[in-house]
């Protein structure tokens, strides 16, 4: 288990992050979310002992990382695919890893095969295409068969086949009994991924739950009804506090303020006829945003659309 307590980070005036408290617990994928200077990789570099926090701490298993006797047997992290010789060979440069972290030989052979490089293992580094680099950069996270893992930003450079490696990689790993936090930009694989969800903002949490929490709480519910009697349905709804808007299948409304039993009840109490009702829900990326609009350090400006010709 992960665990910060007030956990804070400053670079002179500046507060990266700011009095955090969270747990990731062992058996689930736990998701670290937050728009770009939110403090996320701040974060994970100080539960690592990289950056040393301005206040509170932060402790893997009740210890700091830095009093790991054997660390990457305890933890096993990516945090940057990049941070490789492109000199040497994946073989080799997992080698390098295992013989300076006491790890039996065996392994190196054992995560290049998890990770799909044992074909490519002898060629160098440097020659490798962004996503065979997040693949060793896994198999380096995996050497010491760790009990906690952490992943920033793993499925960058993917292509469809490995990010659903990488999706179900986590959910086994998770399902094991391992603590796997793991920060992404890409929400739609969080959604598929995560259970639990730590999202922050400007160096601050703003929410500590599960997916379907965070979505629920963060969203509004919208209603969808297909009837031959729309125009009728519309006058009932407004009536009890309902809001509605045509779709644009023609006989469909798309309504809120009103749960999905009430609209039900209020068509058959009218005798209203319903050809569908369903209830819209809102996807984490859409959660996300409501959310964090606030939070927001950078905001681009929308270019004017101009004509040519």
């Given amino acids: ?3 910060a307590q007030n956990l804070t980070k400053r670079y002179g005036e500046r507060t990266a992050v700011d009095g955090l408290s969270f747990s990731v617990r062992p058996g689930i994928v736990t998701g670290f979310l937050g728009p770009n200077g939110a403090g996320k990789s701040t974060t994970m570099r100080m539960i690592l002992g ?4 301005t206040a509170g701490q932060v402790t893997i298993d009740g210890k700091p990382f830095a009093t790991m006797a054997n660390p990457m047997r305890e933890v096993g992290a990516l945090l940057d695919a990049k941070a490789i010789h492109g000199g040497r060979s994946a073989y080799h440069h997992l080698l390098c890893l295992a013989q300076t972290n006491n790890l039996p030989r065996r392994r190196v052979d054992e995560v290049l095969e998890q990770v799909g490089l044992t074909e490519v293992a002898r060629k160098r580094a440097k020659g490798f295409s962004l996503g065979m680099g997040q693949r060793l950069g896994i198999a380096g996270a995996l050497l010491g068969d760790p009990k906690i893992l952490m992943f920033d930003e793993p499925v960058n450079g993917l292509d469809p086949e490995g990010i659903l490696w990488i999706r179900n990689l986590m959910k086994s790993l998770a399902a094991q009994g ?3 936090f ?3 930009h890409l929400m739609s694989e969080m959604e598929n991924t995560a259970d639990h969800l730590i999202v922050i903002g400007r160096g601050r949490i703003i929410a500590d739950c599960t997916v379907r929490e965070f979505i629920e709480q963060n969203s509004q519910l919208v209603v969808r009804v297909r009837t031959p009697q729309a125009a ?3 006058g009932v709804l407004a009536r009890h ?5 045509p779709d644009d299948t023609g006989d469909g409304l798309l309504i809120t303020e009103l749960t999905l039993d009430r609209v039900g009840d209020l068509a058959f109490d009218s005798g209203i006829r319903l050809h569908e009702l369903s209830a819209l829900q809102a996807s984490l990326e859409q959660a996300f945003m409501e ?3 606030d939070s927001v350090e950078y905001h681009a400006a929308v270019p004017a659309m101009t004509r040519e010709g």
């Fill in 1 to 3: 288990m992960i665990e």
């Fill in 50 to 53: 990289l950056d040393t926090p």
């Fill in 178 to 180: 391992r603590t796997v």
């Fill in 182 to 184: 793991v920060s992404s």
């Fill in 232 to 234: 009728e349905l519309a």
């Fill in 241 to 245: 506090g309902g809001k509605s808007v």
């Fill in 291 to 293: 959310l964090t609009k």
